[in-house]
């Protein structure tokens, strides 16, 4: 179904976002751009719903 795929799509960018975060020096900013989010405000918004957490303290954690 359209729904399952969507999901399916989200966790997609959801684990791209996550390897940036945690391989890249990107600022959440440009990975936010670089996944094709025109805000990154809507990416925090997105990132924090599907992950739990903040981008930037998903960021430190991995980080430690």
């Not at 179904?1 to 791209?16: G, V």
């Not at 996550?18 to 440009?30: F, G, P, V």
């Not at 094709?36 to 981008?55: H, I, N, Q, T, V």
């Amino acid at each position: 179904t359209d729904q399952f795929e969507s999901r399916i799509s989200q966790l997609d960018k959801l684990l791209e976002a996550k390897r940036a975060l945690t391989y890249t020096n990107m600022t959440i900013a440009e990975t936010a751009y670089q996944l094709g989010f025109a805000d990154p405000a809507y990416f925090s918004r997105f990132f924090r719903k599907l992950a739990g957490e903040s981008a930037a303290a998903f960021r430190t954690r991995m980080r430690r």
